[in-house]
Nanobody, 121 residues
Framework: QVQLVESGGGLVQAGGSLRLSCSAS????????MGWFRQAPGKEREFVGT??????DYADSVKGRFTISRDNAKNTVYLQMNNLKPEDTGIYYC????????????????WGPGTQVTVSS
């Protein structure tokens, strides 16, 4: 059974940084893509970034500010968020599905419960 658990969320002032972690279990972590998504109140869940064995992709809104990395030995993927803005506020989810990177929520089969990120102005 695949399980994902996010951690590291919190309240931060605009311009600050946070590092989210996603711990995975239940599958051979290294061969699958991992994605990060977020959902603000009243809005649809949106793509943030994704990583697999061949590289990373990011949403335009976070390019240059967010970085995804992974530690396969620890079955953990990270989302380093710098220069945070109030519009980055939301619940952040990690997800996994196939080996291919995708910006679509429908490409991911397993999701964590999410962690809240709040950026104050």
């Amino acid at each position: 059974q695949v399980q994902l658990v996010e951690s590291g969320g919190g309240l931060v002032q605009a311009g600050g940084s946070l590092r989210l972690s996603c711990s995975a279990s239940g599958r051979t972590f290294s061969i699958y893509a991992m994605g990060w998504f977020r959902q603000a109140p009243g809005k649809e869940r949106e793509f943030v970034g994704t990583v697999n064995w061949s590289g990373t992709d990011y949403a335009d809104s976070v390019k240059g500010r967010f970085t995804i990395s992974r530690d396969n030995a620890k079955n953990t993927v990270y989302l380093q968020m710098n220069n945070l803005k109030p519009e980055d506020t939301g619940i952040y989810y990690c997800a996994t599905g196939s080996a291919a990177r995708s910006v679509l929520t429908t490409a991911y089969d397993y999701w964590g419960p999410g962690t809240q990120v709040t950026v104050s102005s």
